[in-house]
């Protein structure tokens, strides 16, 4: 099971095809306000203890254990005629929050993990989705064995590749993002058939993998309005 | 004095325009490295007496202490034939550090900011900027007096707007950035001239104010190429 902290992200989580199994709360939430239907179990609990519970510097009044689901083995189809997000061993858990309510905003439905990325339960990152978790399927697995069973376009972020705003993205497809100190790793940069770049006109070195992530998003949207 | 930490950054102060005062180090770093020039105090310590200094989970083997510059006062002319960020009590520090690097990237020179937004010294939104506070000006100021100063077109993220993809930016302007829980203030939205929006697709009810930021960026620079 893992924590989901808050009243919106509790209902959130309430409302989803997850299982919440039990929600502490303060006697200043009312069961009722979450609108409840499924076999979830209310506990009313003192803030002390809301407190004892909590990941958050400022604990809020509700908390939810919810069930890490089984999720069903990846249907490659399912991926066809939009664009998938594949994240190569991205550790931070802001970074990996962040791109999972990125992901929600622009209407992405499923992201492929490395299995050495970072664990979208943990408390970090469940808080950054700000409840998008509930929402976006996450799954772990070999990317090296699966990418290529996916007969897909397979985009990569580098800082080397074909500038995005000349490029076609089409309206499926894979985007791959790397790891916030390596990039993509060698293994999967042999499975790319575009590399892109966001071009830089200023001097950082490179942008934070969340941003980058999100402005390639946004150009693919952009692409498949044309 | 702010704190900078680690030999990247710590080396991008000594080449800006920053005056660094100590530069505290491990027997690691010989102080040649950091290719200096300007009467820098260098002091060899201990890793224990850095990691008493530091402000990181994993304290790295150099600090600097960096002089908080007199900003000269903003000169409006400056800021025509370009695009200037404008933040409007932005509050997470991370945030903060994030929107500076990805100006840093985009080439953007000058980033105005509500007297009640984040302190830019802030060793967090410090670290977050990877040294890109070297090189982007960052003014605090009233907002609600000095945008009407400055004649130039204000774009204002909002829920509410233009779509983004449709809106011709033009070559100069400023783009205002609110708080993140509740968006621009009411006496900022009525200096706007152009309010714009980034289209949703999916369910999420807001994106993250760094990640809106960088998407903007990335369509004024977008714009300016066609």
Not at 3 to 20: A, D, H, P, R, W
Not at 70 to 84: D, E, G
Not at 202 to 216: K, R
Request: include cysteine.
């Amino acid at each position: 099971m893992f924590l989901v902290e808050g009243y919106k992200s509790v209902t959130e989580f309430i409302n989803s095809g997850y299982q919440v199994d039990t929600v502490y709360h303060t006697p200043t939430i009312v069961p009722k306000m979450l609108n409840l239907s499924r076999n979830i179990n209310f506990q009313e609990i003192s803030m002390k203890d809301i407190e004892k519970i909590s990941t958050l510097k400022t604990p809020q009044d509700v908390i939810g254990l919810v069930k890490i689901p089984k999720w069903p083995q990846l249907n490659y189809n399912s991926l066809k005629n939009r664009f998938s997000l594949v994240l190569d061993n991205v550790q931070d858990p802001g970074n990996m929050g962040t791109i999972i309510r990125t992901a929600d905003w622009f209407g992405i439905a499923d992201i492929i993990c490395s299995e050495d990325t970072v664990d979208v339960y943990n408390p970090k990152v469940v808080q950054a989705t700000m409840g998008s978790l509930a929402r976006v399927n996450v799954h772990y697995t070999s990317l090296a064995q699966v990418l290529p069973q996916i007969n897909l376009p397979v985009f990569g972020a580098m800082l080397d590749g074909e500038n995005i705003y000349n490029t076609g993205f089409g309206t499926e497809g894979l985007l791959v993002m790397g790891n916030e100190g390596n990039g993509i790793s060698p293994d999967i940069e042999r499975l790319i058939s575009t590399k892109i770049t966001i071009p830089r006109a200023g001097e950082a070195e490179s942008l934070n993998v969340a941003i980058a992530t999100a402005i390639l998003c946004s150009e693919i949207k952009r692409n498949s309005l044309k």
